[in-house]
Structure formats: structure tokens, C-alpha cells
């Protein structure tokens, strides 16, 4: 028993501490939270001007009295107010109207029942607030836009109501005049004149004033302050401050642009609205506008056309567009210059103007009359082949932008009075149509003729070429398919034939017209593998036949999935000295290498078709030998016809250092896309992708790692392993073949420039020119998407290739300014010009505005930008910005001098001399608006040699086509000088109704072989 008593002495002394605190649990509390009309939620500070206030409670417990009372802040006697009954929220009237103005008092309320009486009521603090007050404040004349007030020039009158709730018999004393001022920003406060009180009510004064606002009052925001009222127990009313604008300035239009279609753009407008276009007006006025009465346009001589709208175009320049509501333009509209009528146009302070414009835009609606063909006559017979003259009459229209003439195929156009055109004729029976277009759009109707052409002997030999090669099912069948220079429909069958020495011809087969151009399938089954001459022999309908038919080559080879091959032909690297073999029957590999030591071989091998990869470990190969000479040999169910393998060695060579070589064996088609990564190089990720046209002959690719080259160009190193990738029978030149690489970022780099963490965004991928000694770009590297977690490139030769971390900055050279076009030749030896059209893109910077690269020549490192946002001529400063594709960038500033370019500027050509049996000559030169282009070429004696380009149009900026010396027949031009005839024309303003011309002199020198 002992040891529970002291347990239990515990237990009493601990129930004797909380019983007192569980009957203080039943005592009530409470909290004044409301005042003055029963509503306002107290925060136990405020302040008050009524007269008397309703004070109510929250509570806890269940009181039975609530007694309210209060006193002045510093007092420590508290002044009972009165209790209350049981009702909750305990309400009690309390008249405050003797307490002293402007003092604080601190109220509290205390509950108490039968359990006791709250012992830390909470309080609250009000302040007495007996002045009058400004209820409101009116203007004579205003208008209140988005919350803001405005008002305009004149005699404004302000008046403001004063009140003073606290007491309602209490009045203003009229005998004091309260200071009204209005304070324009930036100027002297004004005050009012003619002080007018007005007794509205018992518990209200008013009192008004008159302002002068005058054009020197000042625009913009201004602040009114009404203060110094009494009322009439000499209390002072508190001040007050609102906020204004004043505007003294009637709206102005600053200018119209007229949107002749109705489409949105400015680009197309020539100055005429045409028939069946709804024009827009764009109008920008000097500042945001409140409302305008209408808008309305007159053609000439005609009834006003009310137009629609406004609606706001682009608030910040103040632009509002007005259009016709549903009625085009047509032939009753009216024809003529118009104009546009705006009337009471109105601010936001209500200031009113109006605005006519004339002379904006010419309306027609009616379409030109006919064209009138004055020759040829209708119905004439002319020799096949003939150009006719298409001469019309003078139009009677003199608003004819240009005639369009056609043959129900091909469409000329000639913009010069009085309109003509040279037409080829064809065979048959040709109908000519013409028609007018005038410069509103308008089209008249047509006017045709018929002209027939005279029958003729056909005596033209027909030219067959095989242009097309394709398998089928290959080498089994193949595919002819052959071209002629006649009319198929003149052709009566294509011979095909093929030889072994282009001078003995074998009959494949012939096709007599079909409805598939002409194509026969050849059989090679019974060929062997070699090269071969393939030709196409043309006979027309009249019994021509081509006596000396073109020959192409072939080269077929037998290694194909469809043949059963033995044993494939033994693959031979004799750099790194292994022979490699493989049995597509028996499913084995065999190699043999020279080494001075054991060697350790792998092998990969890849599924040309699927893309599949499996390894062989060097556990699966055996390997037997001695001294210098081991043999290899491995059988696997993978090794198949459509596998090839790349066999990978290590050993030591006689100075006991390690090395790697590795060669390639397989039977593959050679018509497939082939897709390996080299084993072993994870890192880096590097691997190929060959077209089925890479290798024109049965041999390895032979990739391997290398010695990394040391270059000197500052800021670009080599960072992944160097790739040598040749050929085994030493081709140099390839059909394009695609490289890829994927690399992560790079650490612990030893310091390499600039730190010890190498991003992948500054790599790209570079191959070494050996007689540079410097790493060069690929002009066509495109990286990864996603933070050049990799790049792909297309080559046509090999070389050794590595990741490159590209520090170097772009730079360029020879700027050059003509009007607003800024051109510079660019070089970057590292991952390439940056030249899109986005943020992070190589840009122009002028006037505040970014412009983006207009043109780039990879070739030539040619880079133009237009700036198109100037209008005024004058100097700006400028920022040139060259940025490559990691992100590096060089600036270039100065002074770009805008003026009118010359409409057709900077023409000539390159290469000048040229040699056509080697290479086309550019032609190139800069437009300053978009135009219609015909360019003819023209001997020394001025005969017409051909037309490279017939009114075709063209884009503003830089224009370029090439020549590859060539006459209308295809057939090449003799040396000598020519001369380029450039005429611009046509669809843009600055043409209309004339014609620019440039001559540029081009020589023809075919270089000597030697």
C-alpha cells in the first residue's frame, strides 16, 4: 500500500490547481465589434463624425449584463455608459455630441454572470471628428472618360456640398468664403471668383465659384482643393483634394492613310479604289478621341457615302479606321478623285472640331473598254513555230496600267502604249486573247483572234536519252525509263540497248508509245558484275530516226539480297594490315592480321535494311597463329547477305604500345540507306548515314580514331576524339553522305578556354583541312534542336572530323550602305552565320527598330538587311550584330546615310568572265520597289540570243538568277561578249506607266585545259 500514497497525494494537489481554472472557463467575455448604425465592423481604431453611435458585441460564454463604459485616453477613471439586458448583440445608445472635438477616447465592454465578470475586457479607440465635411464636388461643364474628369476652356463653374453629420442643425458660416483653387501640373494654382452660397437642406451648405479656363490655364492633369470653410460653431471643415484634367486644345487630324481594297495592308495600294472594293480610311488625330458625329466620302460629282465605324486601330497613335459598311465600289459609285468628311469630331473634354480631306484616292468602277487587235488578222495561217506581232490599237482609256495578252496557256503582259506583244504560235489551230487591266484592278472584256498554222513535213530527228534508272528488285530487274525531245505523241517507239564496250549493242526491248512515257524492264539476271553502256534509240511518226543516240553508264552489281553469293570478296585494309571475309552461307567472318603480338578482335555487325546492331565479343572469336600472321574466324546466324561488319583489332605492336585498326566487310545493295555509330565512341556519338548513290563501286568506308591535329586558331579546339574516314580503294570523292554527333556538356576539361566547363551550345562538328592546317565548318551543320545536344552534316568528301568548342567571334567585312540596305560579307570557321529570322539571329538595329537578315549566300558570305521602316531621309545610327550558330556575336556601329535608292542599282554579274562548259554566271542586282522583271541576252551584233526571264515578278531587295551560256535551243554559246538587257516594270507605284532598263556586259572565255 505504501506505494500508491504518494501517487495519490499528487493527484489531489493537481486538482486543486485546476478546479479554479475550469470555473473560469464558464465566466462570458465581450468584445465591442461595432459602431455608429449597427454595421461597420470596429478594428478598435477609428474615427467618427456622427453624433451619436450604436455600439454592439461579440461574445464568448453566456453572459447575463453587459455594462458599457468609457474614458478620455490618459484618464484612468472610467465613465459608465449603461447596461444591457440579455439579447444579444447587447445594444446601447451612446450620444457622443458633448464629447471634445478632436479627442480620443477608449471605450470598452465588460460581461459578467454568475460564474463572474470578464477580468480583461477589450478596448477600443475613437477619435471625435466634429468639422464639416466636402460630401461632393461638381463641375458646370465636364465629361468623365475611364474614371478621369475633363474639362475644357471657358467659365467653369466648381460647386461643393458641404455637410456635417455630426450635428444636423449645425450650419456653414456664409460670411466665411472657402479657399477653391485649381493647380495645373506645372503651373500657378488659379482661383475662383463670384463665391455663391445656396442652402440645399438642413444638414447641407453649398457653395459655388467661378473659374476662367483659357488656353494658358495649361493642358493636363491639375489637382482642385477646396478648404478654410467654417460652419457656424467655428469648426473648421477638413480639406479635400481631387484630381482633373484640363484640355483647351480642339483634336486635329495629323494624318489619313486610305486602304484602297479594304484587305488590312498599304503595300498594294497604286492610288485607285476599283470596282467591287469596300476602300478603308485610317485616320491618325492628335490625341484619343471621345466620339466624332459621322464620316463621310464624295465621290466626284456624287452623293456622300457614310462610312462605318470608328473603331480604334492602335490607341497609343491615336489611329481610327472608318469603312463602308456593305456596299463595294461599282460602276454607279461614281468615277474620279474623292475625299473624306469628318464631322464634330470630339475630345475627351469634349472640345469639338471637324476635318476635310480631299484628294486622297481616285474611284473607278467601270471597267476599260475592249482592246482592239489591229493585226494580225483573224484567222490567219502562219508556218508552226512562227512569232506574231500582237498589235492593238491606242486605248481611249488613260488610265490603262497594263494589256494582258495569252494563248490559253501562257500569260505575257506589256505595260507601254500602245500595247503590244511577240507570241510563239503552235501547232493547230491558237486563239489569242487580250485584255485590259486599268490601275484600279479593273479588267475589261476580252478580244480574240484565231490563227492556224500551215501543214509541214516533220524532218526533225527525234534525241532519246535514258534519264531514269530504277530497281525493282534488284539486281534481278531494272527499270529504263527514257526521255525525248519530240512530242510523245509524234514518237513512234524508243529502242533500248545496252553494250560492254559502246561498240557492240544488245536489244534490251522496245516500247511503242504507251501511256507511261517510255519504260521497259531489263532483265540482268544472266549479267555479270562489271560496267555497262545503256542508250535509247527515238523513231517518229514520219519515220525519223536518231543516228547517233546518247550513252549513259551503269555500273551492276551482283551483291544483293536476292542473289546467293558463297563467299563474298575478301575486303583488304592494308594501312592498318587486316584482311577481312565474309560467308553469307555458312553465317561466318573470317580475318586475318599482321601483328607482332596476339591481337584481340571484336566485331559489329549491322543490319543494312532494319538498322539493327549486334556485337560479338572477342570471347566468341577464335583466333590462331603465330609470329607476325593470325588468323580470325567467327560463325554467327546473324551474319547474312544483308549484314556488313566492322571488325575492330587491338594489340601490341613490336614497341609494345597499343593500337586499334579496323576494317569493313559485308555483302550489301548498294541501292539502301545504310545508318552505323561507331562502337566505342558513346561519348561523342558519332556515326553515318549513306544515300544508296555514296558509293559507286563495291568498297569499304574505313573509320577510325586519330591523333587530334593541332591547329593555331585562336579560340576553337578540338574537345572529342578525331575521326579519320576514307575509302579502302582510296576514292576522295563521294555522293553526299550524312555524319552525326551527339555530345553531353563537357567537365573537367583542364582549363581549356575560357573555364573548366565546356556547354554544349558553344559545340559544333569541323573537319581538317590539311593544307590549311586549320579546322573547318561544313556550310550545311544543322544542330540539335534542343541545346545542341548534338549536329548532322552532309559531305561530299573525307577528312578527318571532330567536336569543336567554338569560341571564335564572326566577322565581318566590306559593309556597304545603299539606301536602306545594309550588305557585309560574313566568315565564321566555326559553327557557321546565324541568318534566321528570329531572336538569336544575326539583325540590324536602326531608329529604335531590330531587323533581321533579307538575304544569305552561304556561297558567297553574302548578308543583306533591309531596313523598311524608314521613310525621312536623314542619318541614323546603326548596330550591326553578326552571330553564329553558338551564340558568339561581334557588333558593328556607324552612321547609315538613307536616301531614294535608285530604282535598279548594283547590276552585274559573277563570275565575269565565265567559262559555260564549266559553270553558270550570276546576274544580280537590287530593286528598290517590287516590279515585273525581263531579262534578255544579246550578242555582240545585237541579235537576240534567249530570254531568261519574261515579266516575271519580283520582291524589292536583292534579285538574282543565273545564265549557264546557253541559247533558245540549249545549245552553248560561242566565246565572245554579250549583253544582259535588265527592264523592271509593272505592279509597284514607283514603276507605274514606265519602264527602268540596265545593260551589264557579259564575256564568254572557256579557260584551256592543262
Known amino acids: 500500500m505504501k506505494k500508491y500514497f504518494l501517487p495519490v497525494i499528487a493527484l489531489l494537489l493537481l486538482g486543486s490547481l485546476f478546479l479554479p481554472g475550469l470555473a473560469q472557463a464558464d465566466i462570458p467575455t465581450a468584445r465591442i465589434d461595432s459602431y455608429a448604425d449597427g454595421t461597420s465592423v470596429c478594428s478598435y481604431s477609428a474615427s467618427t463624425t456622427a453624433a451619436n453611435l450604436t455600439l454592439t458585441v461579440s461574445t464568448t460564454g453566456v453572459p447575463t449584463n453587459i455594462e458599457y463604459s468609457y474614458r478620455l485616453q490618459g484618464e484612468s477613471t472610467w465613465t459608465v455608459l449603461g447596461s444591457t439586458g440579455t439579447a444579444a448583440p447587447y445594444p446601447l445608445a451612446w ?28 478596448l477600443i479607440w ?13 463641375y458646370s461643364t465636364t465629361n468623365v472618360v475611364n474614371s478621369k474628369t475633363y474639362i475644357k476652356a471657358g467659365n467653369q463653374d466648381i460647386t461643393a456640398w458641404f455637410t456635417n453629420v455630426f450635428n444636423a442643425f449645425r450650419k456653414m458660416d456664409t460670411s466665411v468664403t472657402p479657399n477653391i483653387t485649381i493647380t495645373p501640373k506645372g503651373k500657378t494654382a488659379i482661383t475662383g471668383t463670384d463665391t455663391v452660397w445656396s442652402a440645399t437642406g438642413v444638414s447641407s451648405d453649398t457653395v459655388k465659384q467661378t473659374f476662367a479656363i483659357t488656353d494658358t490655364t495649361g493642358d493636363g492633369e491639375a489637382i482642385v482643393t477646396i478648404s478654410g470653410g467654417k460652419d457656424v460653431n467655428g469648426f473648421t471643415q477638413d480639406s479635400l483634394s481631387t484630381q482633373l484634367i484640363i484640355d483647351t486644345v480642339k483634336p486635329t487630324v495629323s494624318s489619313i492613310q486610305v486602304d484602297e481594297d479594304g484587305d488590312g495592308s498599304f503595300t498594294d495600294n497604286v492610288g485607285y479604289i476599283g470596282n467591287g472594293q469596300t476602300p478603308r480610311f485610317y485616320v491618325t488625330f492628335s490625341e484619343r478621341i471621345y466620339d466624332i458625329a459621322y464620316a463621310s466620302y464624295t465621290p466626284t460629282g456624287k452623293t456622300p457615302i457614310l462610312l462605318a465605324g470608328p473603331f480604334w486601330v492602335d490607341a497609343p497613335t491615336n489611329t481610327m479606321c472608318f469603312f463602308t459598311p456593305t456596299a463595294a465600289i461599282n460602276a454607279t459609285t461614281g468615277d474620279g478623285l474623292t475625299g473624306i468628311v469628318i464631322g464634330t469630331i470630339r475630345d475627351n473634354a469634349l472640345n469639338s472640331n471637324d476635318h476635310t480631306a480631299i484628294d486622297l484616292a481616285v474611284i473607278d468602277g467601270n471597267a476599260p473598254k475592249v482592246p482592239i487587235i489591229t493585226a494580225p488578222a483573224n484567222n490567219i495561217a502562219v508556218n508552226e513555230g512562227s512569232i506574231v506581232e500582237v498589235k492593238l490599237q491606242t486605248p481611249t482609256d488613260t488610265d490603262i496600267k497594263y494589256a494582258a495578252f495569252t494563248d490559253g496557256t501562257n500569260v505575257y503582259w506589256d505595260f507601254t502604249a500602245p500595247y503590244q506583244c511577240p507570241m510563239p504560235i503552235a501547232a493547230g489551230v491558237t486563239t ?16 480574240a483572234i484565231n490563227i492556224t498554222t500551215n501543214p509541214m513535213a516533220d524532218i526533225t530527228v527525234p534525241h532519246a536519252l535514258i534519264r531514269t534508272i530504277t530497281t525493282t528488285i534488284w539486281p534481278t530487274r531494272i527499270d529504263l525509263r527514257a526521255y525525248v525531245n519530240d512530242t510523245e505523241t509524234n514518237i513512234k517507239k524508243v529502242e533500248f540497248q545496252y553494250s560492254t564496250d559502246n561498240v557492240t549493242w544488245t536489244t534490251i526491248g522496245t516500247d511503242a508509245k504507251n501511256d507511261d512515257n517510255f519504260i521497259i524492264p531489263w532483265n540482268v539476271t544472266t549479267l555479270a558484275t562489271g560496267a555497262y553502256y545503256l542508250r535509247a534509240i527515238a523513231t517518229d511518226l514520219a519515220g525519223n530516226v536518231d543516228p547517233s543516240p546518247s550513252a549513259i553508264n551503269i555500273w551492276i552489281s551482283k551483291e544483293a539480297t536476292t542473289v546467293d553469293i558463297v563467299e563474298s570478296a575478301a575486303k583488304v585494309d592494308p594501312v592498318f594490315s587486316i584482311q577481312g571475309a565474309m560467308d553469307a552461307t555458312t553465317n561466318t567472318i573470317t580475318a586475318h592480321v599482321d601483328s607482332s603480338n596476339q591481337p584481340t578482335i571484336s566485331i559489329t555487325l549491322t543490319d543494312s535494311s532494319s538498322g539493327d546492331t549486334n556485337f560479338i565479343l ?28 566492322a571488325i575492330s583489332v587491338t594489340a601490341q605492336n613490336s614497341n609494345g604500345e597499343t593500337i586499334t585498326r579496323s576494317c569493313n566487310v559485308g555483302v550489301v545493295p548498294i541501292d539502301i540507306t545504310r545508318t552505323h555509330t561507331l562502337a566505342g565512341t558513346a561519348q561523342f556519338g558519332f556515326g553515318y548515314t549513306m544515300n544508296a548513290n555514296t558509293l559507286k563501286e563495291n568498297t569499304n568506308i574505313v573509320i577510325n580514331s586519330v591523333t587530334t591535329p593541332v591547329t593555331t586558331q585562336p579560340d576553337i579546339f578540338a574537345v572529342g576524339p578525331a575521326m579519320n574516314l576514307s575509302l579502302a580503294n582510296g576514292i576522295t570523292t563521294i555522293a553526299p553522305l550524312t555524319l552525326s554527333f551527339n555530345y553531353p556538356n563537357l567537365t573537367n576539361t583542364g582549363g581549356l578556354y575560357p573555364n573548366s566547363t565546356i556547354l554544349q551550345s558553344k559545340l559544333t562538328i569541323c573537319f581538317w583541312n590539311a593544307e590549311t592546317q586549320k579546322w573547318v565548318r561544313d556550310k550545311n551543320v544543322v544542330h540539335a534542336a534542343a541545346g545542341n545536344t548534338g549536329a548532322t552534316c552532309t559531305t561530299t568528301h573525307f577528312s578527318i572530323y571532330s567536336v569543336i568548342a567554338d569560341y571564335a567571334k564572326p566577322v565581318a567585312n566590306d559593309i556597304s550602305i545603299n539606301g536602306p540596305i545594309v550588305s557585309a560579307k560574313v566568315t565564321d570557321n566555326g559553327s557557321g552565320i546565324n541568318s534566321a529570322w528570329a531572336a538569336g539571329g544575326s539583325y540590324l538595329k536602326v531608329n529604335g527598330t531590330t531587323y533581321y537578315c533579307t538575304t544569305y549566300d552561304q556561297d558567297s558570305d553574302l548578308m543583306t538587311f533591309e531596313a523598311t521602316g524608314l521613310v525621312d531621309a536623314s542619318d541614323y545610327p546603326y548596330v550591326l550584330r553578326i552571330t553564329d550558330k553558338v551564340g558568339n556575336y561581334t557588333e558593328y556601329s556607324g552612321v547609315l546615310t538613307y536616301t531614294k535608292m535608285e530604282e535598279l542599282s548594283d547590276a552585274h554579274n559573277y563570275p565575269n568572265p565565265f567559262d559555260p562548259d564549266r559553270e553558270d554566271t550570276t546576274i544580280r542586282f537590287i530593286l528598290s520597289e517590287n516590279g515585273n522583271i525581263t531579262c534578255r541576252i544579246y550578242d555582240f551584233n545585237g541579235d537576240l540570243v534567249t530570254i531568261l526571264q519574261r515579266n516575271d515578278t519580283w520582291s524589292k531587295g536583292l534579285v538574282e538568277f543565273k545564265w549557264g551560256g546557253t541559247n533558245d535551243n540549249g545549245r552553248k554559246v560561242a566565246n565572245g561578249t554579250y549583253f544582259a538587257e535588265i527592264q523592271v516594270s509593272g505592279s509597284a507605284s514607283d514603276y507605274a506607266g514606265r519602264t527602268v532598263r540596265k545593260i551589264i556586259k557579259i564575256a564568254v572565255v572557256r579557260r584551256q585545259e592543262g
Do not use: F
Open 95 to 122: 450620444d457622443i455630441s458633448s464629447l471634445t472635438n478632436g479627442g480620443v477616447y477608449e471605450a470598452r465592454a465588460v460581461a459578467s454572470n454568475s460564474s463572474g465578470t470578464d477580468p480583461s475586457p477589450g
Open 126 to 138: 475613437l477619435k471625435i471628428n466634429q468639422n464639416p465635411q466636402v460630401a461632393a464636388v461638381a
Open 432 to 447: 489569242l486573247t487580250v485584255t485590259y487591266v486599268d490601275r484600279a484592278g479593273n479588267t475589261s472584256a476580252a478580244e
Open 618 to 645: 572477342p570471347s566468341a572469336v577464335t583466333v590462331t597463329g603465330s609470329g607476325t600472321s593470325w588468323e580470325a574466324t567467327v560463325t554467327n546466324a546473324a551474319i547474312t547477305n544483308n549484314v556488313y561488319a
